[in-house]
């Protein structure tokens, strides 16, 4: 992610300021990527801290709008949890707006969020038809963290969640075209397999012995779409992380240089590359305070070439180059 410049004066803004050092209201133009310091802004603003402009006054933003459903008030820590969750999904949107996915020059499908509280019975997490369900009660850190330490993962973030999501959303997506399908079994496996049945012999069986050599996470392993969706979610992490990493004035040996665009990089192999080499330092600079990795994962033989072949997919953009 970007660091932004203030455009009422000196000073940096980061991507969920709602204003400036000194006070100045200010909202994220994501057609420009810069941010703006005049109206109209989202009619979110008050509610959930949406820092994002509005085509006109009291409409909601581009990342708001995709919104049909937000969660029952009545829930606990509802409007805490979801602004969080919305703050994640605008990061997420961005992202893959410099591949122009779901910006206007984007003429397919946009997705349309449910944004849904808990209540006694979880919320399943998930994509249909381009309809993406998230709970919102994950952005409390204690409950996300329970299910994390249940699951065993080593990661689990709102971040982490939108991207997975949405990456199943951009499978949708590009399996409408003609010459993507073919191309995603071969890599990544028949995706016509029973899907509610392979997640039940994941939960109840386990990852394969040998999955560490497949995929990049034991949830991957249980079928190509998930496959797909974990490998999508961390190209994206890699992508940023990298992006962030040069926006922020760090240096590093592994860079190809200061000005380095890692969204830009038509090289696959040489984007993993380097964000590898600087995850690798910011996870030593982590340990140095006794916290966990940034990015504690491996990457196999395998899962590097499906890192490949997601990369060329979702850097063609929106409109299939």
């Known amino acids: 992610m970007h660091v932004f410049s203030n455009p009422v004066g000196a000073g940096s803004l980061w991507f969920d300021n709602l204003s400036t050092a000194d006070g100045t209201p200010v909202a994220y133009d994501p057609q420009a990527r810069a941010f703006v310091p005049m109206p109209p802004f989202c009619v979110n603003r008050d509610v959930i801290g949406c820092n994002w402009i509005a085509s006109e006054q009291g409409a909601f933003c581009r ?14 820590n509802a409007i805490h949890n979801w602004a969080l969750t919305e ?12 591949w122009h996915w ?23 997490m998930g994509h249909a038809d381009g309809v993406v369900t998230i709970s919102v009660a994950e952005a409390d850190e204690v409950l996300r963290t329970t299910r994390r330490e249940a699951l065993e993962e080593p990661y689990r973030t709102m971040i982490g ?43 109840s069986a386990g990852p394969p012995i040998d999955w560490k050599q497949n995929h990049l996470t034991t949830y991957a392993s249980s079928h ?11 190209l994206l992490h ?11 004035g ?33 996870n030593h600079v ?28 979702l850097r063609r953009g929106a409109q299939g180059r």
């Open 63 to 76: 990342s708001c709008a995709m919104t049909a459903l937000a969660p029952d008030m009545s829930t606990h």
């Open 87 to 98: 703050a994640a999904k605008r990061w997420v949107l961005d992202n893959l707006g410099r």
């Open 102 to 124: 779901f910006r206007p020059e984007d003429p397919g499908v946009r997705p349309v969020f449910h944004m849904l509280g808990e209540g006694p019975t979880p919320v399943a």
């Open 161 to 203: 969640h939108m991207r997975h999501e949405i990456s199943h959303m951009l499978w949708w997506r590009l399996s409408l075209r003609a010459d993507f399908l073919d191309a995603f079994r071969s890599v990544f496996g028949d995706e016509r397999a029973d899907y509610v049945a392979a997640l039940q012999r994941h939960y």
């Open 224 to 234: 190509p779409h998930e496959d797909w969706a974990e490998t999508a979610a961390h």
């Open 238 to 248: 890699l992508t940023d992380i990298a992006d962030s990493v040069v926006s922020a």
């Open 250 to 282: 760090f240096s590093s040996s592994g860079l190809p240089r200061p000005d380095w665009d890692p969204y830009s990089e038509p090289n696959a192999e040489r984007l993993i590359s380097v964000a590898v080499s600087v995850i690798m330092g910011i």
């Open 286 to 313: 982590n340990r140095s305070m006794g916290l966990p990795d940034i990015y504690p994962f491996v990457l196999s033989d395998a899962a590097h070439r499906k890192l490949v072949f997601v990369h060329d997919w």
